[in-house]
Nanobody
Framework: QGQLVESGGGLVQAGGSLRLSCTTS????????MGWYRQAPGKEREFVAA????????YYADFVKGRFTISRTSAKNTVYLQMNSLKPEDTAVYYC????????????????WGQGTQVTVSS
């Protein structure tokens, strides 16, 4: 049974940066597309970014383009989300997701999810 574990969240001032990590275990995720979602209090979970298993394709929500960068290690077992120019509205719990199918990751129906890491951006 595969597992995803997020880390790297925390408290940062507006304009600052954080790098989130999603470490996989329990099975090989090298052929899985992976992504990041977030959920703010009182709001629905929303897509942030995704990366194909080969790292050849990346996808971003409009509200993070130019600020966030998704990447994965050459071994494909860890995915990162580099977040720059953070805004208070980026405050949320960030979740890592993985699935064999790109559509599932982009559509929020991925088979594997992490437990989330809290990101808080102060103004």
């Amino acid at each position: 049974q595969g597992q995803l574990v997020e880390s790297g969240g925390g408290l940062v001032q507006a304009g600052g940066s954080l790098r989130l990590s999603c470490t996989t275990s329990g099975r090989t995720f090298s052929r899985y597309d992976m992504g990041w979602y977030r959920q703010a209090p009182g709001k629905e979970r929303e897509f942030v970014a995704a990366i194909s298993w080969s790292a050849g394709s990346t996808y971003y929500a409009d509200f993070v383009k130019g600020r966030f960068t998704i990447s994965r290690t050459s071994a494909k077992n860890t995915v990162y989300l580099q977040m720059n120019s953070l805004k208070p509205e980026d405050t949320a719990v960030y979740y890592c997701a993985a699935d064999r199918y790109n559509a599932a990751v982009l559509g929020g129906t991925a088979a594997y999810w992490g437990q989330g890491t809290q990101v808080t951006v102060s103004s």
